[in-house]
């Protein structure tokens, strides 16, 4: 009798456990849609921000953001998922491994505003390239990669051995046995990685304050080429991201419409996450059943 | 490596040791393997008939902190040689599992896998290997019409047929069996019973069975294991009906094991 109660009260305490997350997380939301939601529209998300005048929009920060996430993308998954492989089939256990591993996850805790400054130090002064998106890419890269390097090394050990040995006997190179067979089978876990990594990116403010900076310079967005002053395209340009508007805007903004712009701008930035997870995953799984033929 | 030699015999083992770490695993084993021949290997858990098999194809390389001495030759050839081509030796030697292990992929890409990687392109020569390779394993009439269907729909009989056809799809010479039926129902396991006795027409098979009953009824020769040594190796018709070690006696009477 005694331990049943016991487990009624265990029962008990864990559903209100997780009802008050679930009220936190939706009472979040709920705050920011309904603060931001009515500030929302065609005009705020087209026209540019404006330092002093009221009815600035968020068109420049929100391009700004989806292209900074883009860039450090490109960079991370590759060289994340080749490290996670690395890891995970070619490292000999011993202490050089445990010492990359000791190091990967130093680099996993260090906190943003540290790597905001060493991206300043490095990407900003030490290359002379000013505040430019490839300095605000790579410092994202660096507190992004730990993530990429350890969900590719897990989701390979994941894989199950029988799909090694499977192709391994059938005299398949182990490159090839990764490439073919195990990097496939390990898609899905990879891909969580990567949108995980990216959702940080969106919403990364102290990393970007120093190395892609707080201004946006005037866009013409029917220039394409990536290499003028004026396009967006150009990733050696400054970039103020939304999320890093939505701190400037708070800490230091001029125009008399704070309030507007950045509970716009919040809404925004929470949509556009949920969007870009949403998209991720059915692209991903749409790669998926491509791969690997399953219905 | 061509196989066009005189013996008959395509495997010559010659004082094989293998140890894992510290354990003594393989002691001393003296084991010709004929061509075109069902052998088939017995005895209790951990006596180290897998360990053997998996020395055939050098699978057991995968396993950190193995060391092996002796003398492996395949088709004369010592394989335990450290410049081996292992890639080249698995062509030859085919393996298949104890669990169907297909790709996550369609039946008809699983079957092309080795192939294609081996350099085959052309889509009338893969489709020609594929219906071949599921012919042989008699499989060809339940899936010709569901080819680009995931494999892993299929069910675990036909899974494990799956994985031999597409071990046989590289065309080996040898094609080693691990338990093959240990996790199918008596009528798969039939089948692949069935599919070994044709298979034996082309290819030498050498197959690991925790089922005495399936080494009488498919294999030429029988070889006993026991705590790493290999007690006996003879005729399958001698070994079960006059052994000439105690200890075989004792393990298929069921005494022990």
């Known amino acids: 009798m005694k331990s049943k109660t016991a487990d009624r009260i265990a029962t008990a305490v864990f559903v209100v456990i997780a009802i008050m997350i679930t009220a936190i997380l939706a009472g ?26 009221a009815g600035g929009g968020i068109r420049d920060q929100l391009f700004n953001s989806f292209y900074v996430l883009f860039i450090t993308m490109l960079i991370t998954v590759p060289i994340g998922a080749g490290g996670g492989i690395y890891m995970a089939e070619y490292a000999k256990p011993g202490k050089v491994t445990d010492f990359i591993r000791t190091c990967i996850e130093v680099l996993s805790s260090l906190p943003s505003i540290v790597i905001g400054m060493f991206g300043l130090l490095v ?14 890419a790579l410092a994202l890269t660096v507190f992004n990669l730990p993530t990429m390097v350890r969900t590719t090394e897990d989701a390979l050990r994941a894989v199950p051995r029988d799909l090694k040995e499977a192709s391994l006997a059938l005299g398949v190179t182990h490159w090839h046995t990764i490439k073919t067979v195990m990097l496939p089978a390990a898609f899905p876990s990879i891909l969580t990685g990567a949108i995980l990594a990216a959702g940080r990116v969106f919403g990364e403010a102290a990393a970007l304050l120093f190395t892609a900076g707080l201004s946006t310079p005037r866009l013409d967005y029917s220039n394409w080429n990536p290499f003028s002053e004026q396009s967006p395209l150009n990733i050696f340009r400054p970039a103020e991201t939304l999320a890093v508007h939505i701190w400037s805007v708070n800490t230091q903004g ?15 930035l929470v949509i556009s996450i949920l969007i870009f997870n949403l998209a991720a995953r059915l692209l991903g799984s749409f790669i998926h059943k491509r791969v690997t033929a399953t219905k | 490596m061509s196989i066009q030699t005189l013996t008959r015999e395509i495997f010559d083992v010659k004082d094989l040791n293998l140890w894992y770490g510290d354990h003594h695993a393989l002691k001393g084993i003296y084991f010709p393997i004929q061509k075109k021949e069902v052998t088939a290997m017995i005895g209790p858990s951990g006596c180290g008939k897998s360990t053997f098999l998996k020395t055939l194809n050098l699978m057991n390389k995968m396993i950190a902190n193995v060391k092996i001495t002796g003398e492996v030759k395949f088709d004369g050839q010592n394989i335990l040689h450290p410049k081996t081509d292992l890639v080249e030796l698995r062509k030859h030697v085919g393996m298949v599992f104890q669990k169907g292990n297909p790709f996550p992929q369609s039946i008809y890409d699983n079957v092309a896998y080795g192939p294609r990687i081996h350099g085959i392109k052309k889509k009338t020569h893969l489709d020609e290997i594929v219906t071949k390779a599921l012919m042989d394993v008699a499989l ?4 010709k019409d569901r080819l680009t269907a995931p494999a892993l729909g299929l069910s675990g009989g036909q899974q494990q047929r799956l994985c031999i056809a597409r071990a046989l799809a590289t065309k080996p010479d040898v094609l080693l069996m691990d338990e093959p039926t240990s996790a199918l129902d008596p009528i798969s396991t039939l089948k692949i019973e069935e599919l070994i ?5 082309k290819y030498t098979i050498v197959i690991v069975t925790h089922n005495m009953q399936q080494a009488a009824r498919v294999s030429d020769k029988t070889a006993f294991f026991l705590m790493g040594e290999l007690i006996e190796l003879s005729e399958t018709s001698t070994i079960f009906s006059m052994p000439k070690d105690s200890r075989t006696e004792d393990y298929i009477t069921g005494r022990f094991g």
């Open chain 2, 197 to 201: 006795f044709e298979l034996k027409e």
């Open chain 2, 140 to 143: 060809w009439d339940e899936v």
């Open chain 1, 28 to 53: 979040l939301f709920f705050y920011i849609f309904i603060k931001g939601f009515k500030y929302i529209s065609f005009d705020f998300l087209t026209s540019p921000s404006s330092n002093v005048r």
């Open chain 1, 123 to 136: 990407f900003v002064n030490t290359t002379g390239w000013g505040y430019t998106i490839l300095g605000g």
């Open chain 1, 254 to 268: 001029l125009i008399p419409d704070v309030e507007a712009v950045s509970s716009g701008s919040a809404a925004v």
